[in-house]
Structure formats: structure tokens, C-alpha cells
């Protein structure tokens, strides 16, 4: 790992006011531009001749001259810092949410670090057993050079989960996979957190 960097979680939030964001309507026969969504973010633009849109459930980068439906990704571009490619994560996590097929619950507010898990702490409020390792956002080089975020999230609603996600980045673009799977788990748990946060 090179190049490592570590965030808060307020980091990991969009930083810009923009106008109204589009409301989450599925309907197949509705088509809504995306781009307030990126425009939320300080180190991300929309590139040239691509539009950023969701059609019917399905979110897409639509090249203006071509036409073509791309990954939503390939719409977007940064000045490649590390705040750059955290800002990229959270911003495909915000495009996905107007997918219906987009799994799980999505909010920024679910990240972790290790100053918010301290604060539960210290209210009494956090559900899990002391974790030794640092919930910090992350950004660092994997060995090939690909760019790599990964953030630690709250998740559930029976059962709560801490779960890692890993992005790597394209050597090239702001296209991302994302890996994920729980690393901490509790069946039973009072909810004050969630007000918390």
C-alpha cells in the first residue's frame, strides 16, 4: 500500500449546495438528469459531451454525440486526489440509490471512524465489542497502481452488521468494483445510534 491517506466520516459527505435533487421515481416512462447529484461534490465534474441520467430504474452515462449507455462512472471525472476518489465512492453510492436495483440501505451517515465509534462509546450507545483496527475511511495504491477506498458502514435492521467495502478503482478512470462483507455482527441492539449520527 502507497500513498496511504485516512478520513473522517464527515469527509465522506457531498460538500457543495446544489439545486433540488431528483426525486427517486421508477416509472419506466420517466427520465431525470443526474447531474445535481455530482455537483454535490467539490472534486468531481461531469466530462464533456456525457450526461449523467436515470431512465426507468436504470442509472447510466449517455455520450451526447453517440448516444451510447455507459457505466455512470465513465461520466465522471476528478483532479485525482484522495479526497477526488472518496468523493467518487460516495457519489456512486448516491447515483446508485436511484436504481431499484441497487441492494441494501444506502446513507453517508452510516460510515464509521474511529472518533464517532469513540463518541458512542462514551454515550453508551455502541452495540459492538471493542474493534482493534481503525474504522477511518482509507484511501491508499494497491500494488498495480489502482487507486483503492474503503470505508466501514453500519448496516441492518433485525440483525446489525459492520461491513467493509473495498472500491478499486480503474488504472485510468473513475470506474470503479465494489467488494463488501460483514466483519462484525450483533443480533440484538438498541437503535439510540441511529439518532446519534
Same mark, same amino acid.
Given at each position: 500500500?502507497?500513498?496511504?491517506?485516512?478520513?473522517?466520516?464527515?469527509?465522506?459527505?457531498?460538500?457543495?449546495? #446544489? !439545486?433540488?435533487?431528483?426525486?427517486?421515481?421508477?416509472?419506466?416512462?420517466?427520465? =431525470? $438528469? %443526474?447531474?445535481? /447529484? /455530482? *455537483? *454535490?461534490?467539490?472534486?468531481?465534474?461531469?466530462?464533456?459531451?456525457?450526461?449523467?441520467? @436515470?431512465?426507468?430504474? %436504470? /442509472?447510466?452515462?449517455?455520450? #451526447?454525440? $453517440?448516444?451510447? =449507455?455507459?457505466?455512470?462512472?465513465? !461520466?465522471?471525472?476528478? +483532479?485525482?486526489?484522495?479526497?477526488?476518489?472518496?468523493?467518487?465512492?460516495?457519489? =456512486?453510492?448516491?447515483? $446508485?440509490?436511484?436504481?431499484?436495483?441497487?441492494?441494501?440501505?444506502?446513507?453517508?451517515?452510516?460510515?464509521?471512524?474511529?472518533?464517532? /465509534?469513540?463518541?458512542?462509546?462514551? %454515550? !453508551?450507545?455502541?452495540?459492538?465489542?471493542?474493534?482493534?483496527?481503525?474504522? $477511518?475511511?482509507?484511501?491508499?495504491? +494497491?500494488?498495480?497502481?489502482?487507486?483503492?477506498?474503503?470505508?466501514?458502514?453500519? *448496516?441492518?435492521?433485525?440483525?446489525?452488521?459492520? #461491513?467493509?467495502?473495498?472500491?478499486? =478503482?480503474?488504472?485510468? @478512470?473513475?470506474?470503479?468494483?465494489?467488494? @463488501?462483507?460483514?466483519?462484525?455482527?450483533?443480533?440484538?441492539?438498541?437503535?439510540?445510534?441511529?439518532? %446519534? @449520527?
Amino acid at each position: 500500500m502507497r500513498g496511504k491517506v485516512y478520513f473522517t466520516r464527515l469527509a465522506a459527505q457531498p460538500n457543495y449546495r #446544489t !439545486g433540488p435533487l431528483p426525486p427517486m421515481l421508477f416509472h419506466e416512462e420517466v427520465t =431525470f $438528469n %443526474l447531474q445535481t /447529484v /455530482v *455537483q *454535490q461534490f467539490s472534486q468531481l465534474l461531469i466530462k464533456p459531451s456525457y450526461e449523467i441520467r @436515470s431512465e426507468g430504474g %436504470l /442509472v447510466y452515462a449517455r455520450h #451526447t454525440s $453517440n448516444r451510447t =449507455f455507459e457505466d455512470v462512472m465513465k !461520466g465522471i471525472y476528478g +483532479d485525482e486526489s484522495p479526497l477526488s476518489y472518496l468523493q467518487a465512492v460516495i457519489c =456512486f453510492y448516491e447515483l $446508485n440509490k436511484y436504481s431499484p436495483s441497487f441492494k441494501g440501505r444506502w446513507s453517508y451517515i452510516r460510515i464509521l471512524d474511529d472518533a464517532f /465509534v469513540k463518541y458512542l462509546r462514551v %454515550l !453508551g450507545a455502541w452495540p459492538f465489542e471493542d474493534i482493534i483496527k481503525s474504522l $477511518n475511511p482509507i484511501f491508499f495504491y +494497491d500494488s498495480l497502481q489502482h487507486p483503492v477506498i474503503i470505508i466501514y458502514t453500519i *448496516q441492518g435492521d433485525s440483525e446489525l452488521t459492520i #461491513t467493509k467495502h473495498i472500491h478499486r =478503482f480503474d488504472y485510468d @478512470s473513475y470506474c470503479l468494483k465494489e467488494y @463488501s462483507r460483514p466483519i462484525g455482527r450483533r443480533c440484538s441492539y438498541d437503535r439510540s445510534w441511529e439518532r %446519534l @449520527s
